[in-house]
């Protein structure tokens, strides 16, 4: 994502990709730091400019899930804000990243995405799964279904915002209707509104959460 920056800086067009073998120091929501062992996930950095950003991040993690369906037509789901899980008991194959370096008008921003394709010991507290625990892919092909289904979701989102996508983010949604917290809201996970913010019921009534670490609560 740093080398996407620094393309960006010397004017990048959209679209210009960054593909990672490895991963030693890759960053997370909240401040996690991700490890990639060689030839082993698809990680790449996405440069995208004078694209809209209310919603991106659900787009992409649609996106996401449509491609990793063409491979393995398993329960695929997008856990909000950013990550993509599936199988049954759910886990995380994907996470998404979206970054803009500007203290004005976004003209470009990166979009990072890991997705684990890899068999790997993943430890029992991240939640963690990869396709190839479901079927036998490359990353090669991997990477070309992802740029595929992210270009049909960001055209969608350009052209109809993010209502274009609302009804698949919905359906989509991890724990609906199960018990969750975020932060220290703690409810019955309703649904995504219009602007893509979480509905939560609690006991002091329905809480609109704008960001947060989302988990199951019990």
């Known amino acids: 994502m740093d080398d996407a920056h620094a393309a960006i ?3 990048a067009p959209h679209g210009h990709l960054i593909v990672a073998d490895a991963q030693s120091a890759g960053r997370g929501a909240r401040g ?3 490890v990639g062992r060689p030839g082993a996930h698809l990680m790449f950095s996405l440069v995208l400019r004078q694209v809209p950003t209310d919603g991106l991040t659900l787009a ?4 996401i899930a ?3 369906e063409q491979f393995a037509p398993e329960d695929v789901r997008n856990k909000w804000p950013n990550d993509v899980w599936m199988g049954q008991p759910p886990r995380k194959v994907a996470g998404i990243l979206v ?10 921003l990166v979009l990072g995405v890991g997705l684990n394709i890899g068999r790997e010991d993943w430890p ?13 892919v490359t990353r090669d092909a991997c990477l070309e279904a992802v740029l595929r289904t992210l270009e049909e979701a960001i055209d969608a989102l ?12 919905r359906k989509r949604l991890l724990w609906r209707g199960e018990r969750v917290r975020c932060e220290e809201t703690v409810g ?31």
Do not use: M
């Not at 029992?124 to 036998?136: I, M, R």
């Not at 006991?203 to 199951?216: C, F, I, N, S």
């Open 9 to 11: 800086a010397k004017d």
């Open 32 to 34: 996690r730091t991700w």
């Open 60 to 63: 992409a993690g649609v996106a």
């Open 66 to 68: 449509r491609a990793i």
């Open 99 to 108: 970054e803009a370096r500007s203290s004005g008008p976004i003209d470009a």
């Open 124 to 136: 029992a507290e991240l939640q963690a799964t990869s396709l190839s625990n479901y079927v036998d």
């Open 158 to 169: 350009a052209r109809g915002g993010l209502p274009a996508l609302l009804p698949e983010v």
């Open 188 to 218: 019955t996970l309703l649904d995504v509104n219009d602007e893509g913010s979480l509905e939560v019921e609690t006991d002091d009534g329905v809480q609109t959460l704008r960001a947060g670490h989302l988990r199951q609560y019990q």
